[in-house]
């Protein structure tokens, strides 16, 4: 692990990422670092001046892994000599979890820690919902996706506003990108409308994707609703007893495929139904759409300033895997399995080392360029050059004065 930090981490890109500029501002001086030790010691409130002080202690105490948390009115290393009214977090980027665990229910492919192609496109799905209505909705620009490295993904969004709401702003946010709510003794989890009237605008707007997504993921991939116990669940979700008795009838006769039930489910909005019938299945047909395929959101991890949150390029301690950035436009193409582990690029960096003849085994700053985490550093670059260019024209904007 020693050699990772010594000779693969990026710290220039993450301070780059943190602090929105070349010069440690306090956006990087007063930013919290947690660190967990082996065998189980968590270290807080630890701080840096810039990228060379944070890799020299990262080498030093060899951590598991290290968290970011906020960035707050004083230097985090010195919490112990201020007033505790004086140490409050003040900076933070909006963060967002995503979790394969709150997929288990509905997922028929694996189960527990083990995690497929075909159960990836869950988070693929959320991904893009998420950074559409995120983009959309809320304007923000600087999203950084990032694979958890094992079965989720983190989404850290760096633009200046995002970074300045509050924990009641987060609160309110992620309130309003919440639609599915419930843990497992709860059937039906969207709970986002009066009755059967129209769907709040955001979350209608997300449901046009999330039609063709049901068809794919749903019916026809994990075929969801094949048996007994999919099916059952998917029928305590219609309010009309006569609905459920009917469908309930057919298919405990005869073994038929989601794609087939759901088209069951269709007719029933059909053939002579009253108005209010109708519009109770159309109105259960788009939220069980939502619950099966809308972003699950660990709302916890978004809503408070402090919340600490792995950094990217740490190393999954059960995988080996590092967490690299992800590009949201690819995410259908990204396959978990194939993020380098640590001793992978290990390897690859002796291997560079031994064909250079020795010169290159010394020990080099960018020797990331060397290895298959080149392309992860690069698109951090990348996000990191769009944020500073911000920071520049918000500078030049704004005039001499710059107290951030
Ligand atoms: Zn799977």
Same mark, same amino acid.
């Given at each position: 692990?020693?050699?990772?930090?010594r000779?693969l981490?990026?710290y220039k890109?993450?301070?780059?990422w943190?602090?929105?500029?070349?010069? @440690?501002?306090?956006r990087?001086t007063?930013?919290?670092w947690a660190?967990?030790?082996?065998?189980?010691t968590y270290?807080?409130?630890q701080?840096?001046?810039?990228a /060379?002080d944070?890799?020299?202690?990262?080498?030093q !105490?060899?951590?598991?892994?290290?968290?970011?948390?906020p960035?707050?009115?004083?230097?985090?290393?010195d919490?112990?000599?201020?007033?505790?009214?004086n140490f =409050?977090?003040?900076?933070?980027?909006?963060?967002?979890?995503?979790?394969?665990?709150?997929?288990?229910?509905?997922r028929?492919?694996?189960? #527990?820690?083990? %995690?497929c192609?075909?159960?990836?496109?869950?988070?693929?799905?959320?991904?893009?919902?998420?950074?559409?209505?995120i983009r959309?909705q809320?304007g923000y620009?600087?999203l950084?996706?990032v694979?958890?490295?094992r079965?989720?993904?983190?989404l850290?969004i760096? +633009?200046?506003e995002?970074?300045?709401?509050t924990d009641e702003?987060?609160?309110?946010?992620?309130?309003w990108?919440?639609? %599915?709510? #419930?843990g497992k003794?709860?059937?039906?989890?969207?709970?986002v409308?009066?009755?059967s009237? $129209?769907?709040? @605008?955001?979350?209608?707007m997300?449901l046009?994707?999330?039609?063709?997504?049901?068809?794919?993921?749903?019916l026809?991939d994990?075929?969801?609703?094949?048996?007994?116990?999919?099916w059952? =669940?998917?029928l305590?979700?219609f $309010? +009309? $007893?006569?609905?459920?008795?009917?469908?309930?009838a057919k298919w405990?006769v005869k073994?038929?495929?989601? /794609?087939?039930?759901?088209e069951?489910?269709?007719?029933m909005?059909?053939?002579?139904?009253?108005q209010?019938t109708h519009?109770?299945?159309?109105?259960?047909?788009?939220?069980?759409?939502l619950q099966?395929t809308?972003?699950r959101?660990?709302?916890?991890?978004?809503?408070?300033r402090n919340? !600490?949150?792995?950094?990217?390029?740490?190393?999954?301690?059960?995988t080996?895997?590092?967490?690299? $950035?992800?590009?949201?436009? =690819?995410?259908?193409r990204?396959?978990p399995?194939?993020?380098p =582990?640590?001793s992978?690029l290990?390897? /690859?960096?002796?291997?560079?080392?031994?064909?250079a003849?020795?010169?290159?085994?010394? /020990?080099?700053h960018?020797?990331?360029?060397?290895?298959s985490?080149?392309?992860y550093?690069?698109?951090?670059?990348?996000?990191?050059?769009?944020?500073?260019?911000?920071?520049?024209?918000?500078?030049r904007?704004a #005039? @001499?004065?710059?107290?951030?």
């Open positions: 692990m020693l050699a990772f930090y000779r981490y990026p890109s993450i301070f780059g943190l602090n929105h500029e070349h010069a @440690p501002t306090k990087f007063h930013r919290e660190f967990t030790l082996p065998p189980d270290v807080r409130y701080s840096f001046a810039d /060379e944070l890799k020299k202690q990262v080498c !105490l060899n951590p598991t892994r290290f968290e970011i948390g960035v707050y009115s004083a230097k985090p290393r919490r112990k000599t201020v007033r505790a009214a =409050t977090p003040q900076l933070r980027e909006l963060v967002f979890d995503i979790d394969m665990t709150d997929y288990d229910e509905i028929t492919c694996c189960s #527990g820690a083990d %995690i192609k075909r159960c990836w496109a869950f988070i693929a799905a959320a991904v893009h919902i998420l950074d559409h209505s959309d809320f620009k600087h950084l996706w694979y958890s490295g079965r989720g993904i983190h850290w760096s +633009d200046k995002a970074m300045e709401l702003q987060r609160r309110a946010l992620v309130g990108l919440t639609v %599915i709510q #419930g003794e709860m059937r039906k989890k969207v709970n409308r009066q009755g009237k $129209p769907l709040p @605008p955001g979350i209608q997300a046009e994707p999330l039609g063709p997504i049901f068809h794919e993921l749903i026809l994990q075929d969801c609703f094949a048996e007994e116990e999919g059952e =669940t998917l305590q979700l $309010p +009309d $007893p006569d609905v459920v008795r009917g469908l309930r405990e073994p038929l495929s989601s /794609e087939a039930k759901w069951d489910v269709k007719n909005t059909k053939a002579g139904k009253d209010k519009d109770n299945i159309k109105a259960a047909m788009e939220d069980i759409v099966y809308y972003p959101l660990d709302a916890e991890v978004s809503k408070h919340h !600490l949150l792995k950094a990217p390029f740490c190393v999954h301690p059960k080996g895997r590092v967490c690299v $950035p992800v590009d949201p436009s =690819t995410i259908d990204f396959r399995e194939r993020v =582990t640590v992978q290990l390897r /690859e960096l002796d291997e560079a080392g031994a064909s003849g020795g010169e290159a085994a010394a /020990e080099h960018s020797d990331w360029q060397k290895t985490l080149k392309p550093v690069d698109m951090l670059d990348r996000h990191v050059a769009a944020l500073m260019d911000e920071t520049r024209r918000a500078k904007d #005039g @001499p004065d710059r107290s951030w």
